[in-house]
């Protein structure tokens, strides 16, 4: 049997272009040994999450560096709900005021990483959720 | 957030320095050094507003004039911003720069599901002329310049802009527009794209042409460095990517039958600070002399006036932390040191709170006050190019100059900028970049304070601006009241001008001003764009 | 999904189950047996879909061609499904799925299943899973299903194994005759197309290309298709030669299959070598022995095989019992 690899799904939602970040921590996932696919810009929640279906990821990865991240990770983690695919963890990196970390917590959000969370933080926690 | 490279020894004693553009820094220079790059005052430097241009464009330099400060503003309704403008100027400020909401950047109504939560979010929501109308309200155009920063539908805003002035009863020849019109930096790193490469290009030659006879006073294009500079990018990097785009706009300006000596004077870019110090002296005076050097020798240029390297040296961005935000004042008032150093005739700076939000009035006034006691109190008015002559920043000009040349050259041996970015491969060599830096900062080899050295606890929290849920509303009504009100024959008329103007390869401007003044939308006119021209491609990551 | 019924998988998936379809693709990438009863379920109901394979060294526009393909059936009203297989790097371990990005306007058509997937570094390993991703999207009623493969290697023989028909794409700045050579890929293309025709020699090294086929094939091959996949010129010629072969009946099946029957085999094979070299005792003794000289590595090779044969037996023994 092969070794369980972990796949994620990196995703730039709504019209922010800013992808320094996304790509970024794709490229630091995949060399952490992670199988990793990056969405590209200006994707609807409606796409990423028939992405994370089709190619049956284990971890959602949001990067909003617009500040629109409360909207959009609740119309997400809705279509989660209505897809029946809740299990999928979800995090959401960007540019996140530490106040609305809990609110987007209550969403079920499984970690948050606003500007600045150092790359191995990141990685390790989406171990982590994998293995839970 | 780069800075150099440093190798030390146990004993913090610094035994190399390395730059981000990959020169060392030794640890004296002396008027050998100068002998060694072959220095001449009159090949290398030359008085200032003289040929190549290197200590700067004009004679005086800040003694003549200060430098204008020019805050990136707008958010909310138009009215809101509106206000903003007013309490900005009301403190000084000399310039406007117009920051849109992304629904506007990428051709979206406020009524469009696409653009839902994001209406008013990042800069100003705008639909239609009546927008403009109440953001402009009130302001001298004739006196204050105006920056407006959009790309992807920069020809459809700059009509809208020309319509707005023309029925405030401007006459555009005198109005300061500086649309930001240049998309191939989209592409590589800010995002805000639309349509493919050629067709983003032919509409910024259509603005190009257009403004040399209608709006003289206008500045059509603003090539950015900087946020190719913000995506990973090295300082030599970020001077040869925009020089080579540049060269892209002035390529199909001059196809059309047009003298470069007509148009390039409108030319402007925007260049960003952060990083070490002295490499962005260097920098901004290497990218001077080559700007000149370059247009005179690749396109014959032969106004003196139109080898000036004009624009805003400013921003900072990434070189901002989350961490100890107060940190980011003193950074903006060292960014703004380098700004000055390097004579920039316009610069902003970053807010301290930028990395969490759209700027506070607080935090926006602190950036104006810090520029403006560099001017006023400190001495930068007093010379022009005071470093000039050191045997440090002399050498390291000329190794800057080297720097960048090396990199034009780079993408010119792939087939030139256009097909680089049209096939990612800019955007991949970044991105890598990008990575590097953060693996750099993580495993402390690039020092940043607050953030691997001098760490303290929490970060405090900060005063942020909060998104008015209320304005998106507002404004979708507003839009959905002119719709009713407008006149839908005038506005099919406009835009079946428009379809057919377009496809039949003719300058769109004309006929965005006529639809403006029909009252279509951003969104309707963007439309027919896309029919025809069909949507960017963006290229894989890896 | 605790305890799942294969048979209960093969029906959801052939009622057009999505997620269900993606995890059973999963569990075949991780090797787990349910997946394979899965695929037992839903074979005999397989066979209808015309597979294209396309492959090619990295960079010659696959993706590319592979949109534009799936645009002219999905504009045909057909239903489509993709896989994109991309190299596992072989020091992380770690994979990027760059693929997806570059099907934009595949990612369009109604109903397409695009599925990335890695190409792990087993040899044979890409058959495998594929193989088996195929049948899924058939069953969940994909008509059209399009494999995209890494260009280089010995992965370019497994995909003719699994396709009807095989695209193989290069571009003029690939090298010279040696290299094509090397890489074994002109050897197994049913259609060869020249992409990028607007770089410089591209003429020359079609013609080089030509040259090759006719020296290698004993029947006439066909021309070498012409293309710039990015504006789309040629595209319509590489259409009509799929469609053609679309049309024919499935020829040479038999050859082929027997070719996917050993490569599934020796892959099989390969694991249980691996097993017994790492978990049994006698290994070590053995490797010792063939240090101090007293056997040959030849001898060893030959007693390892022995020890799965009779290993084998015992298997036999327990699954007997089991019934």
Redesign the interface.
Known sequence: ?????I?VLIA?P???????GA??I?????????????????K?VD?IVN?A????VDVIGLSIM???HI??TKKLMEKLKD???QDKKVFVGG?I???DIPKLKEMGVEGVF???T???EAIAAIKASVKK | MSTARYIKNEKDQILDVILESGIHIKPVYTPKDLEEIGFSYEEDLNDPGKYPFTRGIHPLGYRSRAWTTRQYTGFGTPKETNERFKFMISHGQTGLNVAFDLPTQMGYDSDDPMAEGEVGRVGMAVDTIRDFEIAFEGIQLDRIGVGLTINAVASIILAMFQATAEKYGYDPKTISATPQNDILKEMIGRGAWIFPVEHAVRLIGDIIEYSMKVMPKTNPVSVCGYHIRESGATPAQEIAYAFLIAFAYIDNVRERGYDPDDFVGGFTFNFNVFGNIWEQVAKFRAARKLWAKLLRERYGVKKERNLFLRGIFGGGGYGLTKAQPENNIVRGAYYALVAALSGAQTTALCSYDEAYTIPTPHSALISLRTLQILMDEMGLRDTVDPLAGSYFIETLTKQMEEKILEEMEKIEKYGGIVKAVSEGYIQRMLARQAYEIERGIERGELLKVGVNIYVEGEPKEVELHEYNEESARLQIESLREIKRTRSQSKVKKALNELERATREGKNVMPYLLDCCKAYCTLGEMTNVFREIFGEFEEPSLF | MAFPDPKELAERIISGDEKVASKVISMLENGEDIAFEVISEIYPGTGGAFRIGVTGPPGAGKSTIIDRIATFYGRGGKKIGVIAIDPTSIKSKGAFFGDRLRLKNAEKIDGIFIRSMAHRGFSGGISKAALGAECVLEALGKEIIIVESVGVGQTELSISFISDIVITVLTPDFGDEIQLMKAGLLDIGDVIVMNKMDLMNAEDKVKDVEGYLKSIRREQPLPVIRTIARTGEGIERLFEVIEECRGKKKEGGREKLRSLIFALAKEELSHEIERIMERDSRIDELLQRVEKRKIDPYSMARSVVQLLLEDGKMEEERWRRRE
Not at chain 1, 1 to 5: A, D, I, L, P, V
Not at chain 1, 14 to 20: A, E, I, V, Y
Not at chain 1, 26 to 42: N, R, T
Request: without cysteine.
């Open positions: 049997m092969e070794e369980k690899r796949k730039k709504g019209l922010d272009g800013h992808d320094r790509k970024v794709a490229l630091a996932l995949k060399e952490a040994g992670m199988e990793v696919i990056y969405s590209g810009l200006h609807t796409q992405m279906i089709q190619e049956d617009s500040g629109a909207p959009i897809m029946g695919i540019v005021p530490s106040k606003p500007g600045g150092p790359i191995e």
